[in-house]
């Protein structure tokens, strides 16, 4: 995949981003992070922030807690004349470890666990696109 078509970030979740019992984080910040990385891309492949129009697909796949550090990615999968098909993904890399005692003990992971998977459309008008 070429730099104009791919882009990742990563960042920890915060006690801020934690909404339900247990520091457990809403799903729907997994899409506020895949809507950042579509911002990217679109700004790498027209020169412009363009809009997102839908998801087509959302699966949420495993918890994701205050303290986690998360990996999302995404890809342009097609290119229409305004529209750009994308597909997330988004992957727990560190994860807050249960240390009784030891509140700020974190773990690692030798293998990301896939939180989450989406795909959906952008569009960039025409008279926007700058590349």
């Not at 506020?32 to 087509?56: H, M, P």
Request: aromatic share 6%; net charge negative; hydrophobic share 45%.
């Amino acid at each position: 995949m070429s730099e104009e078509t791919t882009s990742l970030i990563r960042l920890r979740m915060s006690a801020h981003d934690a909404h339900y019992a247990g520091n457990l984080v809403d799903g729907s910040r997994m899409l506020g992070l895949f809507g950042d990385v579509a911002t990217e891309l679109l700004i790498r492949s027209d020169g412009d922030e363009g809009l997102f129009v839908a998801y087509d697909k959302v699966e949420f796949l495993a918890p994701v807690f205050a303290g986690d550090f998360i990996e999302a990615v995404g890809h342009i999968v097609s290119m229409g004349k305004s529209s750009r098909k994308m597909v997330f993904e988004a992957r727990k890399v560190i994860s807050a470890a249960q240390v009784a005692g030891q509140v700020s003990a974190a773990d690692v992971l030798a293998e990301p666990i896939v939180v989450c998977r989406a795909s959906g459309t952008c569009v960039v008008p025409v008279g926007f696109q700058r590349k």
